[in-house]
């Protein structure tokens, strides 16, 4: 059986968990019926070819395109089932709202290439699927009424990864970035307001170029936030916001002339308070995330967020980053709200 | 009646019965949600039977190399109760940890430092004789003070050491500059390699930031209703979790 369509049958199965939820109904039904058909298929004859559909024996091939035909020209199944599963989704979106909905989630997205490998794919396809991933999750969170949402995109750690996988990534991140830019309309009327956060001097001048005009296009917007976290560590952002604390304390005692003669307050008053490094942090403009989502079980926060998640709830499903979807985000949230109480305590506390 | 005033307020009447229903029922869930919990914890006994009894193989022989230095954070309200802290070190010792950080957040911990320190401490004990010389631990004891305003103290010794003098240079901080500055406030420990989180909570409640970068945490449930059994299955977990730090 020829590698590519097997490849691409596992691909069409995966984003069908997917897009399981998605609104457009005639991706879904076309989605599970073409990949479900052409992997019996494909097991059963044995076919030798690129085409998908070419070399199929004529009867199968005609049936196949009769059918797709169909669905293309009534679409009644289609619109009702996909207007029933967005009506379900809102009812219980509308449902949880009930109790306290989290201001701010923050997800690591873990375990790109564990599914690509899961699934034998190529290994950039893992993280197109998690790009797919994310836009669904990005949807959910922002329809159940969450204000910020934080993701983990790259690392500063992950730049020791193999060249050709950096750049890959880079590669995606432009891609997506551009096509962002070229869908701004929608993404103003929506009043997203995209932010990166990290040290945006270590991305590629093209990726770097294209993040700061996606910023700027976003800017005005306050409806909800996007913060992509790209070049980001936590023990980078600490001692930069040291930085940044001492230069502005620095100019601040210069213009009101107090160490003329060099010497500062005395050593009882401390110049630079919790309050001022936490101003300085990349994450300072946005609360503290009260959820942290780890996706693929993993139980350690990999310098995200060190800082920021004093009083979070941390969560770590089991799913691989591009397996989650609205069960998780709905699981995630049902948690924080049963312990919700006891986290406003402790931030009372502090 | 004008029927339009009268089918909107009926429709006003379902709608605000509906949301009286919806609320309702978000609290049924949540009512099952705490069923759930409980049941959970039922299975948790259970499971803490039977490997502490012996029947579960799997978690007889734990190769405690791995974790050089463990972390336990307890939610304060519970850390009052010494009799249960000092069980759960007792475990601890008798499973051979030797490295521990104890962390909770308003410091309850470190007023009751004697206790531990008396039965648990590696310092001379004239009471304590040979054989108990193996349930001894060095101990840490870290609450929030320690944390984001331990950062900024040494922010301010950073500041008093190069932005005073105005001609000398300023560096762009680094993960270095923030260690040593720390280390110059007092002594500074390593990262602890696995957290136990004993609290309602599966949450750090503001341990160190800097020194939980590649921490793996685990909640272990309330303290009240901590296992000897669980804490040999989250150890044994660890030494099996493979860690690519970012590459």
New interface residues.
């Given amino acids: 059986m020829n590698a590519n369509v097997q490849k691409n049958c596992r691909l069409q199965i995966s984003i069908v968990w997917n897009v399981l939820e998605d609104n457009s109904p005639l991706n879904f039904i076309t989605h599970v019926f073409f990949s479900l058909f052409l992997c019996v298929i494909n097991n059963s004859l044995e076919f030798n070819s690129r085409n998908q559909v070419g070399y199929l024996p004529s009867t199968l091939k005609f049936q196949l395109t009769e059918r797709m035909e169909e669905e293309r020209q009534s679409g009644v199944i289609s619109k009702w089932l996909g207007g029933l599963i967005s009506t379900m989704r809102r009812l219980l979106f509308?449902?949880?709202s009930?109790?306290p909905i989290p201001q701010h989630i923050a997800f690591i997205m873990d375990g790109n290439r564990r599914f690509a490998k899961k699934w034998k794919l190529d290994e950039g396809a893992g993280h197109k699927a998690g790009f797919l991933s994310l836009l669904s999750v990005l949807k959910y969170c922002y329809e159940v009424g969450v204000k910020y949402v934080t993701v983990y995109a790259f690392?500063?750690?992950?730049f020791?990864?193999r060249p050709d996988e950096v750049q890959y990534v880079m590669d995606i991140m432009y891609e997506k970035i551009q096509g962002f830019l070229k869908e701004l309309d929608m993404v103003n009327r929506y009043g997203v307001r995209v932010l990166f956060i990290g040290d945006l001097n270590r991305l590629d001048e093209p990726v770097r170029l294209a993040a700061e005009k996606a910023m700027e296009a976003t800017a005005k917007n306050t409806k909800t936030y996007l913060l992509v976290c790209v070049a980001y560590?936590?023990?980078?952002e600490?001692?930069?916001a040291?930085?940044e604390?001492?230069?502005e304390?620095?100019l601040a005692l210069?213009s009101s002339g107090k160490?003329d003669d060099?010497?500062?307050n005395d050593d009882d008053d401390?110049?630079?308070?919790?309050v001022?490094?936490e101003k300085h942090m990349y994450m300072g403009v946005a609360p503290d995330p009260d959820i942290l989502v780890r996706s693929s079980g993993?139980?350690?926060?990999?310098?995200f967020l060190?800082?920021q998640?004093?009083?979070?709830?941390?969560?770590s499903p089991k799913a691989l980053w591009p397996e989650m979807g609205f069960w998780q985000v709905v699981w995630g949230i049902?948690k924080y709200?049963?312990?919700c109480y006891?986290?406003e305590k402790?931030k009372k506390?502090? | 009646m004008d029927p339009v005033a009268e089918s909107q307020k009926f429709f006003r009447r379902i709608s605000q019965s509906s949301?009286i229903m919806?609320?309702l029922?978000?609290h049924v869930?949540?009512l099952i949600?705490?069923v759930l919990?409980i049941v959970r914890e039922i299975f948790r006994a259970i499971e803490n039977y039977l490997i502490t009894n012996g029947y579960v193989k799997t978690y007889t022989n734990l190769n405690l190399d791995r974790v050089k230095y463990l972390g336990i954070v307890i939610d304060s309200d519970e850390a009052r109760n010494t009799s249960k802290v000092v069980e759960l070190l007792e475990w601890l010792s008798a499973l051979g940890v030797k490295k521990l950080c104890l962390y909770d957040?308003?410091g309850v911990l470190k007023k009751s430092k004697a206790v531990f320190m008396e039965r648990f401490g590696s310092t001379e004990n004239s009471v304590a004789g040979p054989l108990v010389s193996k349930k001894r631990m060095d101990f840490e004891f870290v609450s929030?003070t320690d944390?984001?305003?331990a950062?900024?103290?040494?922010?301010?010794l950073?500041?008093?050491k190069?932005?005073?003098?105005?001609d000398s240079e300023?560096p762009?901080?680094?993960?270095a500059?923030?260690t040593d500055a720390l280390k110059t406030l007092g002594a500074v420990e390593p990262d602890p390699d696995l957290l136990l989180i004993y609290g309602?909570?599966?949450?750090?409640?503001?341990f160190p930031?800097?020194r939980?970068?590649?921490?793996?945490?685990?909640?272990m449930g309330p303290l009240k209703y901590k296992k000897l059994g669980l804490i040999m299955k989250a150890i044994h977990r660890f030494t099996k979790?493979k860690?690519n730090?970012?590459?």
């Fill in positions: 509308t449902f949880m009930s109790g690392s500063l750690d992950n020791n990864r560590t936590s023990s980078h600490i001692p930069r040291i930085y604390a001492c230069q304390k620095s210069a160490n060099g010497i500062v401390d110049v630079i308070k919790v001022d490094l993993e139980t350690r926060l990999s310098n060190l800082w998640s004093t009083n979070s709830l941390l969560y049902l709200q049963n312990k006891y986290l402790k506390q502090a | 949301n919806l609320f029922l978000w869930v949540h949600l705490s919990y957040r308003e929030i944390g984001k305003e950062v900024a103290k040494a922010a301010n950073l500041f008093k190069y932005y005073v003098d105005g300023k762009f901080f680094t993960e500059h923030l309602p909570v599966r949450c750090h409640l503001g930031a800097w939980i970068r590649y921490t793996e945490m685990v909640h979790v860690q730090y970012g590459s």
